[in-house]
């Protein structure tokens, strides 16, 4: 069972216990991220959540926060994302309060020295570095870009070296005083969790400013009116992101469209990695994935290819695509779900995955569903709705496509979209 509760300011408690475990995880997650930076400080949520760790008054360095954390044999990290941002101690459920106190302490009472801030910058563009220096990776930074064109949901959470040089101290406390509100957090915990769970939340965080942030900068709405986006490098398989827009977290085809996803590449035996990677060899990595955000959402296929093969893996990506409007067996369907449940099943073995399937459930104005829930949603999912979604998804003119690999002319790939 999940419990919701609401502490006089406003701070969400997502609690759910599993039997059998010794751990607990709790996650401190806060509704901001890339998507609510303006330009001029992209980049400033992931800052924040790297400065948290620098040191507090009751913890004044990295080193003391971490010693702690590693005495309880403890497993503690935090993450950015382009709607949230979290943060979570994951212990043996005896160090339960500790890891309410520790995370209460980093998040909201974090010093934010200027020397730190400065230091940390060299880090953090070192990891921007990194990652433009990972094709595998950028390619979905790319495909944000192609699909959503100026956007505020495309920036990424590293930010732009530009405007993480910029940021200073008091840009950082200013955003945090604006979004680190308690009617923006949901403390979410899972697994062994003590009966009076909530009195300790309420002890730690029942202090948090009260109020609510909903802000989103202004933006100017233009998208990419090019189907294509070519980054040419020197590498020695073509990495390619294909897809388009698609729903959101509450739309309630999104069980319809996961099923899809799965027949067409999302797992070893699904039909991509059958005919790219078992038949012809083009590539050890195929798949199909979706994302999704409160108000957006995109189905895509990553592959990261023969070079020579690249032209043959897109058509074959593109092919599949409209094989799934009139080519899917009840057989197909039932074996989809089977892993989905299964998938599902497997990853309630890990309070901090539930953990943060909660919170974020939450966050984003859903009804955070048990195990249960989820899988009678799937298993009610019919043939006809998923002939219906994949008419509706896949439109080949519609479909967008981000390319990283030694290639001068992106024109040859836009009229294999054109078809």
């Not at 495309?154 to 509100?181: P, T």
Request: glycine share 8%.
């Amino acid at each position: 069972m999940i419990e919701r509760n609401i502490l006089d300011n406003g701070v969400r408690v997502m609690g759910q216990s599993t039997k059998g475990s010794f751990a607990a995880s709790v996650l401190v997650t806060v509704k901001t991220g890339s998507r609510n930076e303006p330009s001029e400080v992209h980049g400033i949520s992931h800052f924040l959540e790297h400065m948290t760790f620098k040191g507090t008054v009751k913890r004044p360095t990295f080193q003391e926060i971490t010693r702690e954390v590693d005495s309880m044999g403890a497993f503690h990290n935090a993450f950015t994302g382009k709607e949230y941002t979290g943060y979570y101690i994951k212990a043996d459920n005896k160090h339960f309060e500790n890891s309410l106190d520790i995370l209460s302490d980093i998040v909201f009472d974090s010093s934010l020295k200027e020397e730190e801030i400065t230091r940390e910058k060299g880090t953090i563009i070192e990891e921007i570095n990194m990652y433009e220096d990972d094709p595998s990776t950028l390619v979905y930074m790319l495909f944000d870009e192609i699909v959503c064109g100026n956007k505020l949901v495309a920036q990424d959470s590293l930010g732009r070296k530009e405007s993480v040089r910029i940021i200073n101290r008091q840009k950082m406390l200013d955003y945090r005083s604006k979004y680190y509100k308690a009617g923006n957090i949901v403390i979410s915990c899972s697994g062994s969790l003590p009966g009076n769970y909530i009195s300790l939340i309420k002890k730690y965080f029942g202090g948090v400013t009260s109020g609510v942030e909903d802000y989103l900068p202004e933006e100017e709405n233009s998208l990419q009116k090019n189907r294509v986006i070519l980054r040419n490098k020197e590498t020695e398989q073509s990495h390619i992101v294909l897809g388009l827009e698609s729903f959101s977290r509450k739309d309630p085809n999104r069980y319809a469209v996961d099923l899809l996803s799965v027949i067409l590449g999302g797992n070893a035996s699904s039909r991509l990695m059958v005919e790219i990677r078992e038949k012809r060899g083009l590539a050890y990595h195929v798949a199909s994935m979706v994302d999704r955000g409160f108000d957006n959402g995109a189905v895509l296929v990553k592959a990261d290819l023969n070079l020579k093969g690249t032209e043959e893996g897109l058509k074959i990506i593109l092919s599949e695509m409209q094989r799934m409007k009139t080519d899917i067996t009840s057989g197909d369907l039932e074996r989809a779900k089977d892993y989905v449940r299964g998938s599902m099943a497997l990853a309630e073995e890990n309070s901090l995955v539930i953990a943060e399937k909660n919170a974020i459930e939450d966050i984003l104005g859903e009804k955070a569903l048990t195990l249960s829930e989820r899988i009678k949603k799937y298993e009610e999912v019919s043939l006809d709705d998923l002939f219906r979604m994949a008419e509706e998804i896949f439109k080949q003119e519609k479909m967008k496509l981000a390319v990283i690999g030694p290639f001068q002319n992106e024109q040859k790939f836009a009229k294999i979209l054109q078809g």
